[in-house]
């Protein structure tokens, strides 16, 4: 869990303790923070109620994910609950599918709920998750031979740039040997011809 979770957990646990009212908090959570382009992530938004009494019309809503970078492929992005009892916590998840390649930048959950219960509705907002890098499929698979690649050279060879600097070395190795044998084999040739033309003479 990240330490800025972790830190808003400590802080509305202390915070419930000292009060008989509801006390909510709101955690968002993606399960990657390197997608791929047209694969599936999932995204999980928690509600607890730490408090010593019950919530009431809580609502959470997750606005983010804008439909020209994201398709949702399942789940809503909306949970209404007439009551969250006082320790008690409840859960949104949907799936979204990156439609689009490139850094993206989440925005916290919301959610509204009541002390009493036909209360004044209160806001309340979750934490930001940390930024999303959505890479091609291409990259993926780059991705994957330079890690295999790695364990083949024994942590020698770490970037593209290094495997293209070994391939082109290779290129011009075998490119030298084929010219030495191109020459080897024209120097044959000559002295065959010379051979030949020595016997006519004769």
């Known amino acids: 869990m990240p330490s800025s979770v972790r830190a808003a957990l400590l802080v509305c646990v202390v915070c419930a303790c000292a009060a008989a009212d509801p006390f909510v908090l709101l955690v968002k959570s993606v399960s990657t923070q390197q997608g791929v382009y047209a694969e599936s992530m999932d995204v999980l938004i928690r509600v607890f109620n730490t408090g010593d009494s019950s919530a009431y019309s809580v609502s959470l809503k997750d606005d983010d994910w804008p439909a020209s970078q994201f ?11 007439p009551i969250l009892e006082a320790k008690a916590n409840a859960s949104l998840s949907f799936t979204v599918r990156p439609i689009f390649a490139g850094a993206f930048k989440p925005r916290p ?25 959505v890479i091609s499929r291409a990259d993926k698979y780059l991705n994957i031979a330079l890690v295999i690649g790695r364990v083949l050279s024994l942590n020698f060879v770490r970037t593209a740039r290094g495997w293209m600097q070994v391939v082109a070395f290779w290129i011009s190795a075998f490119a030298l040997v084929g010219l030495y044998k191109l020459r080897v084999k024209r120097q044959a040739w000559r002295y065959e011809r010379a051979l030949k033309e020595m016997e006519k003479m004769k």
Do not use: D, F, I, W
């Open 71 to 81: 398709e949702v492929v399942k789940g809503v992005k909306e949970l209404a609950l």
């Open 109 to 133: 959950a919301t959610m509204s709920y009541a002390r009493e219960e036909k209360g004044a509705l209160l806001s309340h907002t979750s934490n930001v998750p940390p930024q999303l890098l």
